[in-house]
């Protein structure tokens, strides 16, 4: 099993089983982003690595980008990519905006290549 951390500037391609503005089955809330997984991977929970794909601003059913940060969960063993269209960036701030929909609950850290770590708490 790879670390998440070897998928950092690697290219991915996510399948959306949580388009943008599509319903959480159980809690109710509506996707402000993309969400999906790559498919043929194993996270920490045994399933599939979820992916936020960030910047693009309609729903998508698959999307191929770059993996531009991790957010590690510190709580929880279900880390998330942050995938992006190559050549574009967030920074961390905009990453916690865009992802607080869901990473509200969860402390957790932004992890990039060749950067300091941004922890935040629930």
């Known amino acids: 099993m790879n670390s998440n951390k070897d998928y ?8 959306m089983d949580r388009p943008l503005g599509t319903k959480h089955p159980k809690h109710g809330f509506v996707y402000p982003v993309n969400y999906g997984y790559v498919p043929d991977t194993i996270s920490g929970d045994g399933e599939e690595l979820d992916a936020y794909v960030l910047g693009e601003h309609e729903p998508l059913e698959e999307f191929t980008g770059k993996v531009v940060a991790i957010i590690h969960r510190l709580n929880d063993n279900d880390d998330k990519l942050v995938v992006m269209k190559e050549g574009r960036n967030y920074t961390d701030e905009q990453i916690r905006a865009l992802t607080e929909f869901q990473e509200q609950y969860f402390e957790s850290e932004i992890i990039r290549c060749n950067s300091k770590k941004t922890v935040l708490g629930k």
């Open 8 to 15: 950092l500037n690697k290219i991915v391609t996510v399948k």
